[in-house]
Structures are given as C-alpha cells and as structure tokens.
C-alpha cells in the first residue's frame, strides 16, 4: 500500500475526496407524497381518519400480520404495547443494551425495570443465551431490536420466552420490509413496533405501527393510544347518536395523522424501490471494501434473511490502525463524508449510568462494538457516485492508518 502513500487526509493537511459534503442523512420525498400531503389539507380531514385507517391496513397487508395499529412514534408503539400486555411495577423487561434509549425509558414508563443484556455478534441482537441468563421469576417481557435491518436471532429468543412465560416485543423501527425465511418481520413476536421517524426507510416525518396477529391486543393497544376510549360504545346503546362514547381506562394521546399517513400511503407504494436502492449501496461498500477486512469488519447479510440495510456499520480494527474511532469519524468528515454511530450503549448514558451505578450491567460485547462502530451513510438519495465517494475516503484513511 505504500505506494498510494502520498494519499494524505484532509485531516492531516491534504485535500479532501469531495468538494461538497455528504450528510449522513436526506430524506426521500418526492412531488408524490407532496400532492397527497396536500391533498389531504384542501380535503381537510387533518388527524386520524380514513387515509390513516388506509395506511393501517395497506402497511399490515405488506407486512402479512393480521392486525395493525397506527401511532405517533416507534417510541410510543413500544410503551403502549408493553402497557397492553400487562407489564407494570414489579415487572422486569430484558433488552440488549445496543439500542436506542426510548426503548428502554418505555420499560421505566410502565414502571418495570429493564434489565440489559449483552449483542451476539452474527445479527447484534440480543443474544439469546444472555437472555436466558436474565431471566428471573419477575421478567415479563423481552424487547428484541432486529440492529440496523437485519432480523436478530428470534426463533431461539422466543423459545426462551415461551418458556420463560415471556412476551416478546419486537422492536422494528430499523426493519420494516425486513424478513427471516419466508416471512416478513412483523409476524413473529406478540407485537412488532416499527417506526417512520426522518431518517428511517420509509418515514411520515414522525410516525409509527405496532403490527399483530392477536385481535384483542390490537384493540387494547388502540384504546389505550387514543384516550381510553371506546367510539363504538353508542352502538350497544340503542338510544344514543353517535356522540356517545365511553371511557375504559385513563388512556394516552398516541394516534397517527391523516397528513402524516398521506406521506406514509406514498412511502409504502415506493417501498421496493427505496429498499433496492439502499442495497444498491451496500453491495458497493460490500465489494468495494472487502480487501480492507484486515482493518475493518464489515456487516454482512445473514442466510435466510433479508436485510433492510438501515445502517452499515463497519468496525474498526483499532489494533491495526494508528487513529483512533474518533480520530476516524473526524478524518471522514474532512473528506466531507458525514457518519453517525449507533448506539452508545444505553448504560453509557448519565441517567442510566446514575441508575444502575454500581450495578452497572457488564456487557463486553456491546462495549466493544460501540468503542470501534462507524456508521456509513446509506439511503436511497445517494447516487452511485456519492457511494463511490464514501468508498474513495474509508480506503484513502485505511492506507493512511494502517499499521504496516
Ligand atoms: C428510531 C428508533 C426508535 C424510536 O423511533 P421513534 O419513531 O423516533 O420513536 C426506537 N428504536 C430504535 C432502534 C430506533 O432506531
């Protein structure tokens, strides 16, 4: 590699691979879900009506579940669906600790105390045999994260949950379209929770869907999303209009908009081509890096499943190299790559670390993939050239780093 050695990073006094930054980031809307936005103000049905109920139905069509319910966020999908079934005070739920935080503040809501346990290192998912040891007399559920897109290890993780008198939780927010053997994620678990935030493959802005194949989960979970209360309740009083309603239980303000669904009925038609060109992307980072595994570890698609490529982070081999991981991500920058990295760890954070304090859980596992994690940018606005951009940089600062 010396010989491309008068590569110098713009980091360290050289030129940069682009001219113009490339965000880690842009969203992918297009004149269409514009019109149908629009549409849906001049009609004026602006919160939750019948391109809502539209967008319910078409998204568990797609996904093959039985039931669906809109919500405002994944985050808000996850709390009703644990609220739904049952778990509250002296409750435990097991997650893994690379993941989003909502996911875990939800547990807290409900008044359970999570529980985190460590990633396996195929899907990094929860790892099914940390689960197992986790499991006491108190856990009531699991919240599963599919990491990045791809399916974590559910079929050993609901036995463990089945067997444990568990619910299993799906957190789907970066796995919509994602699938494991001949189905799609979305029908394993006893709810699934995707989310349609900005930066996720397909988005209403804010927005989110618990999908099922239990009927009267659905309904609890719809009823506690929407104040407690019951709408159809006039329909049992002969006497009463319309106007009639009745309240349940002290519910939640969590449902979907029809201006939102109206993104989101446009996103769902675009959803194959989205997803093609996100792994239109990864198979070039694929290829095109896969000399440098001496000096980075890349992701990979696991057999019997499709992979969403949300994300695309590769690992450094910080052993090889002379930089550090933020040494990395400042380097890339220079280049004008923007990257993320997702996540730090959950007991990373000041509130959990001051929650759990001596008791901080151990997870080696998670730790590891946090301190060498750099999170390439990936998504259907990227042409072939920004991808040929990004992989010009990561293999200028390969050469530059590496220990020879
Ligand atoms: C984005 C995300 C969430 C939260 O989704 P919202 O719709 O923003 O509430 C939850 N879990 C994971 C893993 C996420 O990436």
């Avoid at 019948?50 to 319910?69: C, E, I, K």
């Amino acid at each position: 590699m010396s010989s491309e050695g008068h590569d110098i990073p713009a980091a360290e006094g050289g030129s940069p691979v682009r001219d113009k930054y490339l965000p880690f980031f842009v969203p992918d809307i297009g004149k269409r879900e514009i019109a149908e936005v629009t549409a849906t103000l001049e009609e004026g049905w602006l919160t939750y009506g019948p391109r809502t109920r539209l967008f319910t139905q078409r998204f568990a069509d797609h996904v093959g579940a039985s039931h669906a319910v809109a919500t405002s966020s994944c985050t808000a999908a996850l709390f009703l669906s644990l609220k739904a079934l049952g778990v509250g005070p002296g409750d435990e739920v097991i997650t893994s600790g690379l993941t989003f935080t909502s996911a875990v503040h939800v547990i807290l809501h409900c008044g359970a105390v999570p529980v985190l346990a460590d990633i396996e290192e195929t899907t990094f998912g929860p790892d099914p045999e940390a689960v197992e040891r986790s499991t006491t007399s108190r856990s009531r559920a699991l919240v599963a994260i599919h990491y990045g897109g791809q399916a974590c290890l559910v079929e050993p993780l609901l036995q463990i949950c089945r067997a444990g008198g568990m619910h299993l939780v799906e957190d789907a927010a970066h796995a919509f379209d994602a699938t494991l053997g001949s189905r799609a994620i979305g029908v394993f678990g006893d709810a699934t929770c995707f989310s349609f935030y900005a930066t996720k493959n397909i988005t209403t802005g804010e927005g989110g869907m618990v999908t099922t194949n239990d009927g009267e989960l659905a309904e609890r979970i719809a009823l506690l999303g929407f104040h407690g209360l019951d709408g159809d309740a006039w329909q049992r009083y002969e006497e009463k209009g319309k106007w009639f309603y009745e309240v349940l239980a002290p519910g939640y303000k969590c449902n979907l908009t029809d201006m939102a669904s109206a993104i989101g009925l446009v996103q769902l038609d675009r959803a194959d081509e989205i997803r093609e060109k996100r792994r239109e992307v990864a198979t070039a980072f694929l290829t095109e890096l896969a000399d440098l595994e001496p000096w980075i570890d890349l992701p990979s698609e696991q057999p019997d499943r499709r992979h969403t490529w949300h994300l695309f982070p590769i690992r450094l081999r910080l052993d090889r190299l002379t930089c550090s991981r933020d040494r990395f991500i400042h380097a890339l920058a220079a280049e004008n790559i923007g990257t993320s990295v997702h996540f730090i760890p959950v007991h990373r954070h000041a509130f959990y670390r001051e929650f759990w304090k001596e008791r901080s859980p151990r997870l080696p596992r998670t730790e590891d993939f946090y301190s060498r994690c750099v999170s390439l940018p990936i998504y259907s606005r990227m042409t072939a050239g920004d991808a040929a951009d990004v992989i010009e940089a990561v293999r200028k600062l390969v050469r530059y780093y590496s220990l020879s």
